[in-house]
Protein backbone atom coordinates (compact mmCIF):
# COMPACT_ATOMS: atom_id res chain seq x y z
CA UNK A 1 0.00 0.00 0.00
CA UNK A 2 1.68 3.47 -1.23
CA UNK A 3 1.94 6.05 1.53
CA UNK A 4 0.04 8.62 0.66
CA UNK A 5 2.42 12.11 0.70
CA UNK A 6 0.75 14.72 2.22
CA UNK A 7 1.93 18.52 3.29
CA UNK A 8 -1.10 19.34 4.59
CA UNK A 9 -0.15 18.19 8.17
CA UNK A 10 3.42 19.43 7.81
CA UNK A 11 3.86 22.91 9.60
CA UNK A 12 5.48 25.60 7.51
CA UNK A 13 7.05 28.32 8.83
CA UNK A 14 5.97 31.73 7.26
CA UNK A 15 9.06 33.73 7.21
CA UNK A 16 11.73 31.34 6.63
CA UNK A 17 10.22 28.77 4.59
CA UNK A 18 9.52 24.97 5.33
CA UNK A 19 10.42 23.32 8.55
CA UNK A 20 12.32 20.48 8.73
CA UNK A 21 9.40 18.50 8.96
CA UNK A 22 8.23 18.66 5.59
CA UNK A 23 12.12 17.09 4.71
CA UNK A 24 11.36 14.56 7.26
CA UNK A 25 7.73 13.33 5.31
CA UNK A 26 9.37 13.64 2.06
CA UNK A 27 12.47 11.07 2.98
CA UNK A 28 9.96 8.65 4.65
CA UNK A 29 7.20 8.55 1.67
CA UNK A 30 10.21 8.21 -0.71
CA UNK A 31 12.22 5.72 1.11
CA UNK A 32 8.33 3.69 1.40
CA UNK A 33 7.74 4.64 -2.52
CA UNK A 34 11.61 3.55 -4.06
CA UNK A 35 12.30 0.43 -1.17
CA UNK A 36 15.91 0.19 -3.48
CA UNK A 37 17.03 3.42 -3.34
CA UNK A 38 19.48 5.50 -1.07
CA UNK A 39 18.40 9.14 -0.64
CA UNK A 40 21.24 9.61 1.65
CA UNK A 41 22.93 12.47 -0.45
CA UNK A 42 21.79 15.63 -2.62
CA UNK A 43 17.97 15.13 -3.57
CA UNK A 44 16.06 17.75 -5.32
CA UNK A 45 11.99 17.87 -4.71
CA UNK A 46 10.07 19.67 -7.43
CA UNK A 47 6.63 20.71 -5.75
CA UNK A 48 4.23 21.30 -8.54
CA UNK A 49 1.55 22.66 -5.83
CA UNK A 50 3.96 25.15 -4.49
CA UNK A 51 6.11 25.84 -8.11
CA UNK A 52 8.79 25.50 -5.77
CA UNK A 53 12.38 23.47 -5.70
CA UNK A 54 13.76 21.98 -2.22
CA UNK A 55 17.32 20.93 -2.18
CA UNK A 56 17.96 18.27 0.86
CA UNK A 57 21.18 17.49 1.63
CA UNK A 58 21.38 14.10 3.73
CA UNK A 59 18.24 14.79 5.40
CA UNK A 60 18.80 18.64 5.57
CA UNK A 61 17.03 21.08 3.82
CA UNK A 62 19.26 23.21 2.11
CA UNK A 63 17.54 25.30 0.44
CA UNK A 64 14.38 26.36 -1.71
CA UNK A 65 13.97 27.47 -4.87
CA UNK A 66 11.00 29.29 -6.48
CA UNK A 67 10.14 27.31 -10.67
CA UNK A 68 7.93 27.29 -12.99
CA UNK A 69 6.78 23.69 -14.53
CA UNK A 70 4.51 23.03 -17.33
CA UNK A 71 1.59 25.21 -18.29
CA UNK A 72 0.38 22.33 -19.75
CA UNK A 73 -0.18 20.32 -16.47
CA UNK A 74 1.79 16.99 -15.41
CA UNK A 75 2.39 14.45 -17.84
CA UNK A 76 4.99 11.93 -19.40
CA UNK A 77 4.47 11.31 -23.17
CA UNK A 78 6.55 12.62 -25.82
CA UNK A 79 4.83 16.02 -27.62
CA UNK A 80 2.82 16.94 -24.48
CA UNK A 81 4.97 19.60 -23.35
CA UNK A 82 4.14 17.95 -19.99
CA UNK A 83 6.05 18.01 -16.79
CA UNK A 84 6.56 14.40 -16.07
CA UNK A 85 6.37 13.05 -12.27
CA UNK A 86 8.31 10.58 -10.17
CA UNK A 87 11.91 9.57 -9.57
CA UNK A 88 14.75 10.73 -11.70
CA UNK A 89 18.44 11.61 -11.28
CA UNK A 90 20.74 14.10 -12.75
CA UNK A 91 22.51 12.72 -15.87
CA UNK A 92 24.51 15.70 -17.44
CA UNK A 93 25.36 19.12 -16.41
CA UNK A 94 25.72 21.97 -18.64
CA UNK A 95 27.23 25.57 -18.46
CA UNK A 96 30.24 25.56 -16.85
CA UNK A 97 31.73 28.83 -16.53
CA UNK A 98 29.10 30.20 -19.01
CA UNK A 99 27.85 34.03 -17.58
CA UNK A 100 24.52 34.71 -16.42
CA UNK A 101 21.88 34.63 -19.39
CA UNK A 102 24.30 32.75 -21.71
CA UNK A 103 21.62 31.28 -24.75
CA UNK A 104 22.18 27.51 -25.47
CA UNK A 105 21.12 25.90 -28.06
CA UNK A 106 21.47 21.72 -27.78
CA UNK A 107 23.15 22.47 -24.46
CA UNK A 108 25.71 24.80 -26.18
CA UNK A 109 26.10 28.05 -25.13
CA UNK A 110 25.49 30.11 -28.43
CA UNK A 111 27.68 33.50 -27.25
CA UNK A 112 24.57 35.08 -27.09
CA UNK A 113 22.65 36.77 -24.06
CA UNK A 114 19.18 37.34 -22.69
CA UNK A 115 17.27 40.42 -22.28
CA UNK A 116 17.41 40.17 -18.29
CA UNK A 117 14.12 42.51 -18.23
CA UNK A 118 12.58 40.77 -20.99
CA UNK A 119 8.66 41.22 -22.01
CA UNK A 120 7.81 39.92 -25.21
CA UNK A 121 6.83 37.24 -26.24
CA UNK A 122 8.08 34.08 -23.96
CA UNK A 123 10.38 32.68 -26.72
CA UNK A 124 11.41 29.46 -24.18
CA UNK A 125 14.99 30.40 -24.00
CA UNK A 126 17.35 28.12 -21.96
CA UNK A 127 20.31 30.29 -20.16
CA UNK A 128 22.54 29.70 -17.57
CA UNK A 129 22.88 26.45 -16.73
CA UNK A 130 21.06 22.80 -17.82
CA UNK A 131 20.97 19.81 -15.42
CA UNK A 132 19.33 17.40 -17.86
CA UNK A 133 16.88 14.50 -16.19
CA UNK A 134 17.26 11.14 -16.81
CA UNK A 135 13.81 9.12 -15.59
CA UNK A 136 13.97 6.12 -13.35
CA UNK A 137 10.92 4.57 -13.05
CA UNK A 138 10.05 2.63 -16.52
CA UNK A 139 7.09 3.21 -17.60
CA UNK A 140 6.50 6.59 -16.19
CA UNK A 141 9.26 8.30 -17.17
CA UNK A 142 11.79 5.72 -18.78
CA UNK A 143 11.32 3.80 -22.33
CA UNK A 144 9.06 4.34 -24.93
CA UNK A 145 7.32 7.53 -25.53
CA UNK A 146 7.45 8.76 -21.74
CA UNK A 147 11.17 8.68 -21.29
CA UNK A 148 12.42 11.93 -19.58
CA UNK A 149 15.97 12.08 -20.96
CA UNK A 150 14.61 11.42 -24.58
CA UNK A 151 11.78 14.81 -24.10
CA UNK A 152 14.90 16.86 -22.91
CA UNK A 153 13.27 17.56 -19.77
CA UNK A 154 15.53 20.38 -17.99
CA UNK A 155 16.43 22.13 -15.23
CA UNK A 156 17.62 25.21 -16.60
CA UNK A 157 17.60 29.01 -16.17
CA UNK A 158 15.26 31.15 -17.85
CA UNK A 159 15.08 34.46 -19.61
CA UNK A 160 11.39 35.09 -18.41
CA UNK A 161 12.12 35.42 -14.99
CA UNK A 162 8.49 36.91 -14.54
CA UNK A 163 7.49 33.13 -15.34
CA UNK A 164 8.69 31.31 -12.43
CA UNK A 165 6.60 31.08 -9.17
CA UNK A 166 3.75 30.22 -12.25
CA UNK A 167 3.27 26.96 -14.60
CA UNK A 168 4.12 28.48 -17.36
CA UNK A 169 7.15 26.41 -18.79
CA UNK A 170 6.88 23.91 -21.71
CA UNK A 171 7.70 21.02 -20.23
CA UNK A 172 10.91 22.12 -18.09
CA UNK A 173 11.76 23.33 -14.87
CA UNK A 174 12.57 26.68 -15.02
CA UNK A 175 14.64 28.64 -12.66
CA UNK A 176 15.72 32.20 -12.38
CA UNK A 177 19.33 32.79 -13.73
CA UNK A 178 21.45 33.13 -9.81
CA UNK A 179 19.56 30.27 -8.46
CA UNK A 180 20.31 27.69 -11.17
CA UNK A 181 23.68 28.97 -11.17
CA UNK A 182 23.55 28.26 -7.25
CA UNK A 183 21.93 24.97 -7.85
CA UNK A 184 24.01 23.80 -10.68
CA UNK A 185 27.32 24.29 -8.24
CA UNK A 186 25.75 22.56 -5.32
CA UNK A 187 24.47 19.36 -6.97
CA UNK A 188 26.78 16.90 -8.57
CA UNK A 189 26.44 14.34 -11.26
CA UNK A 190 23.89 11.70 -9.99
CA UNK A 191 21.91 13.59 -7.77
CA UNK A 192 18.55 12.30 -7.42
CA UNK A 193 15.30 14.87 -8.50
CA UNK A 194 11.26 13.56 -7.45
CA UNK A 195 8.70 15.66 -9.10
CA UNK A 196 5.40 15.26 -7.26
CA UNK A 197 2.25 16.33 -7.60
CA UNK A 198 1.39 17.80 -4.42
Not at 181 to 192: F, H, R
Request: proline share 4%.
Amino acid sequence: MMLAFTLATVAIASASGPSQGLVDMLLEYLQIRYPQQSFSGDVLYVSIHRQALFHVRSGQLQRMYPVATAKAGLGGRDGSWRTPTGLHRVSEKYGDGVPALGIFRDRVFTGQFADPDFAGVDKDWITSRVLWLDGLEPGVNQGGNVDSHARYIYIHGTANEKSVGTASSMGCVRMRNADVIDLYEQVPVGALVVILDN
